[in-house]
């Protein structure tokens, strides 16, 4: 299963900006969709995660900002950046997992959008 991320880019501090993932390949369903970033010299941190158990989870520092949506007819989650700040800078990694016909489980990563928020 493949991965596609897009919407990255430079923004003001203070501006908005939409990031976009979308899966394809051999995808029989999904179960959990979510965004993670990496900031220059830091760790890779939780950004938020959809699953159809626990429904949307932000993280607690993001809560109020981010917002995490899905079109699970196009396999694609979305992440909604609000009164961005020059340390949401990283780069942006989506992860989806579910499940394929007749291979079982999956875990995808996608390759990474850079998001600069800078003046």
């Known amino acids: 299963v493949q991965l596609q991320a897009s919407g990255g880019g430079l923004v003001q501090p203070g501006g908005s900006l939409r990031l976009s993932c979308r899966a394809s390949g051999n995808v029989f369903s999904i179960n959990y969709m979510a965004w993670s970033r990496q900031a220059p010299g830091k760790e890779r941190e939780f950004v938020a995660s959809v699953t159809s158990n626990t429904g949307a989870v932000v993280g607690d520092s993001l809560k109020g900002r981010f917002t995490i949506t899905t079109d699970n007819g196009k396999g694609t989650v979305y992440l909604q950046m609000n009164s961005m700040k020059p340390e949401d800078t990283a780069v942006y990694y989506c992860?989806?997992?579910?499940?394929?016909?007749?291979?079982?489980?999956?875990?995808?990563w996608g390759q990474g959008t850079l998001v600069t928020v800078s003046s």
């Open positions: 992860n989806v997992r579910g499940l394929q016909n007749n291979y079982g489980d999956f875990d995808s």
